[in-house]
């Protein structure tokens, strides 16, 4: 158990810290400018990594949320925080680095008519209030279910925001931004999908990182409670 | 369960009706944020506007905001959860019952607030009543449910009332959307409120059955 803990730091560390600088360098020297964007367009290899990534940490979160449900152990609602919160951070990110493309390529820092950042934005929200919720009930179960529940509707949010915002913009305002259209090149699709293994193994790095963290925390709370000698 | 959800719903209305406590609140505060959204957007809610149209439904949400922060409050301050929670009966009747009288509470609230909104701005070619309506009631059933939903999670919070509008009003964000898309798509001459409205109704049932799936971990042990 305690090999495999450290394998699940391990590995992700070498990896990411292989595949990051890779990205890197291939977005920068390996692939072709792009012919519309320049080089604005690079940072297409950072910022929908990012977000793809953060949607998993929310996707981790609420997996083991319901699996806390199912399941009733402490590790479970760990996990579920630790998840959303990773992924809270990368929307942070997200929210920080699609703005600058946004300006880049669109002239604008925020466009209301992008489906992908408008759903994002909600998501974001929502588990934004997640800690609000966690963080005003005392520690104990009640407080691990209504963490679980709520990180479990955001299953639910994500597809229906989706679809809200896509019937909102064909009846207010017509569809700007389609899908990507033109195929992408094999380069472009080569950096990218590095650069989205890089950012996931950052993120199993973080998360079991913050896990064993966690943990630790916890195991040296109860030694001390041993140590004065209030329980065994 | 059904005749506990409604027995539930059922002294709600009956501690509102004695009480006033809830609904006198609500319009006025869905009066005052009509008032204060005209002003705010000063210029471009007047007479017959689409503003004038959207503005409705950011009143609405935060209405009924205002309404569920009092959801199970008499439970709690009388002491009366913990006697629900023990008895014989299904969680999720707890649940669907406070629904129920939120649901209950943002009708009669509309009842009145519609008609002053719609002789306020529009008169004259407005949005179809009819879709207005039909979309209010099934944003209604949406906002009771996910609304309730939040309140029986923050029910044990220290920070109870700040709490409520955060975690309710990103959820009601999609309903938000789906409502003002109704009713800009009834304007006039213009058709296509279906798939909002389709909408609305797949939003329901979905929360509806996502709460009822968790509603046993809801309200604490």
Redesign the interface.
Known sequence: MRSLGRLSTTIPLVLSTILIPLTVALAFWWTPEDFDQGLSQKIFYFHVPIALTSYVAFAFGAFSAAMYLWKRTEVWDLRSYVGVHSGTIWGTLVLLTGPIWAKASWGVWWNWGDRQINVFLILFLYYCAYFMLRFSLDEGERRRSASAVFALLGVGLIPLSFLAVRIAQTLIHPVVFTSDGAAMPNSFLLTFVVGFAGMLSLMVLLISTEMRGKRTAARVLQLQRVARGEDA | MIPAALAIARVKFVLELRRREVIFAMLLFIAATIVIVHFALSGDTGAGSRAAAGMLWAAVVFTAVLGLLRTFAAEQEEGALDALLLAPIDRAAIWIGAALAQFGFLVVVEVVAVPVWWVLFFQAGGPSIGTVVVALLLANVGIAL?GT?AAA??L?????D??LP??V???V???V??G??AT??AFGEEV?GF??LG?LA??DL??AA?AWG?SE??L??
């Open positions: 996910v939903l999670l923050a044990g919070a220290r920070t109870r700040v709490l955060v975690l009003l990103p959820l964000i999609p309903i959307l789906a003002v898309t800009y798509g296509g798939r909002p909408f797949l939003y979905v929360f996502l968790t971990h809801l604490g042990d």
